[in-house]
């Protein structure tokens, strides 16, 4: 008889959340994006099951301060449609960052590493708090802070 191999599946009871802290003052907006796609799903734990909620909380301080690498803060255009014939309208990279709401940038990159449509990713996506200053409203839940730059060199955009 073969030995019985057992998966473990981890239970939304079970789970414990981390409240975590990121500074993208200088970080690279695709490094930092995939970094805190992976906490909020929850791949940095060894419980890490697919299909159930077992990522972490994060707060993103600095975020109209991320870094693009080469040409992209001028060539990367981000399209959208008014819904009336012929109203597709377009803003570049540099004029987000520039303008009233620039956390958008990194909260549609962290979006877009979530799966696809899924109600998972919409709740998981919650644990997500972007702030353009270095000031934050959760200091009760004493956030940890990743040393996210130290993880690899690449990850600070030089300039």
Request: proline share 6%; glycine share 6%; aromatic share 6%.
């Amino acid at each position: 008889m073969a030995p019985s191999t057992k998966t473990y599946v981890a239970k939304p009871t079970d789970r414990e959340r981390n409240w975590l802290l990121v500074d993208a003052n200088g970080k690279t907006l695709g490094r930092l994006a995939t970094q805190i796609a992976d906490v909020l799903r929850g791949k940095r734990k060894p419980e890490y099951t697919p299909h159930i909620d077992t990522g972490d909380f994060v707060v993103v301080v600095n975020a109209s301060k991320v870094k693009l690498t080469g040409n992209k803060l001028d060539q990367r255009k981000f399209f959208w449609h008014t819904g009336h014939p012929g109203g597709i309208k377009e803003r570049t990279a540099e004029k987000i960052l520039a303008g009233k709401f620039p956390e958008r940038i990194l909260e549609k990159a962290v979006e877009r590493m979530l799966p696809k449509e899924s109600p998972l990713a919409r709740k998981q996506l919650t644990h997500l708090r972007i702030y353009n200053s270095g000031e934050h409203p959760h200091e009760a839940q004493a956030p940890e802070t990743i040393a996210f730059a130290e993880m690899n060199a690449k990850n600070v955009r030089s300039q």
